[in-house]
């Protein structure tokens, strides 16, 4: 029989943390090797239909993130369920968490916009253009889990052309200052996800579609003829997808499954972490 090991609190053990500026792991390709994102400088496209395993790659990327030392999240999950799990650890590092609120996404993006505004005059004021570890600055990354919910579902016309211009900026503009944004959703069609907007995300990660159009308005255009189509995926193996970075082709990727049970140990994991200080002891940059 094994001997019952008590952790007090003083012999939890801690790990050393991560930084946003760390590469990401997010799945393996199709020849088994690992594939990792570089976030911090890409924003991150995540499109396909239900049930394809975007929210899957989201927590994936939340989950390294949270285990940054150099990390602010806002999350807006009008569904609650997915970036909500990390509700409380957001509130720890001092994040915010949005729902089914339009006009609370709207009074945050604001907010961030901003906040990016004084980055720039910062990084001009220096002479740069953009953000390095060394600066120890906080990422801001921004997590929309189901963008279409806030740019055509919910609200009036004038708060959902108020929301894509705000997330537009963002994206344009936030990956030199540290505030990279990942977005999620369903409905990859040409007014949820139009080419001028899809054009400035770095990354684009489209999961199972229901057409060779919709692949390509996520991929881009011609990649469905080209022998890159994300309808082909077939529906009994979710979480496979294609990655495409900019300037680069098509990749099939796996995405990493974290089970609800590990999230839940994640989750316990940064918040208490955080709660007791144990972050404060673990130095900023190596
Ligand atoms: N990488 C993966 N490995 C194993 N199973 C996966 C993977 N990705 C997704 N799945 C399975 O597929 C299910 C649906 O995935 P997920 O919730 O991420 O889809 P989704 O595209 O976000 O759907 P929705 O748009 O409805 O939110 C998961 O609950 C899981 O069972």
């Known amino acids: 029989m094994h001997p019952t090991i008590h952790l007090s609190p003083d012999t939890i053990p801690v790990a050393p943390t991560l930084s946003m500026f760390d590469p990401v792991f997010v799945g393996i ?35 390294h993130a949270f285990l940054c030392h150099d990390f602010t999240p806002v999350l807006l999950d009008p569904k609650w369920v997915e970036l909500g799990m990390w509700m409380e650890p957001a509130d720890a590092l001092g994040g915010i968490f949005v729902g089914p609120d339009i006009e609370g996404g709207l009074r945050v993006l604001r907010r961030l916009q901003k906040v990016m505004d004084r980055r720039y005059a910062w990084l001009v004021a220096h002479g740069r253009r ?91 255009h011609g990649w469905a003829s080209a022998g890159f189509n994300a309808q082909t995926i077939s529906p009994t193996t979710p979480g496979v997808f294609y990655l ?16 609800d049970e590990q999230i839940h140990q994640l989750v316990d994991y940064v918040t208490w972490t955080h709660r007791s200080g144990q972050r404060d002891s673990v130095p900023l940059a190596a």
């Open 244 to 259: 495409i970075a900019e300037g680069g082709i098509p990749h099939l990727v796996k995405a990493a499954y974290l089970s």
């Open 130 to 220: 953009k953000f390095l570890p060394t600066d120890l600055i906080k990422v801001i990354g921004v997590f929309i889990d189901e963008l279409a919910y806030y740019t055509a579902t919910t609200g009036t016309p004038e708060q959902q052309k108020e929301f894509i211009a705000l997330v537009r900026d963002l994206v344009a503009r936030g990956r030199a200052c540290a505030m990279p944004v990942i977005a999620a959703t369903q409905r990859p069609s040409v007014d949820i996800i139009p080419t001028s907007l899809r054009d400035l995300f770095g990354y684009r990660a489209a999961f199972r579609c229901t057409t060779p159009n919709s692949s390509d308005i996520i991929l881009g």
């Open 29 to 63: 390709d199709e020849f088994g090797a690992p594939v990792y994102l570089d976030l911090v400088y890409h924003n991150l496209l995540d499109a396909g239909e239900p049930g394809g395993g975007k929210s899957v790659l989201i927590q994936n990327l939340v989950a």
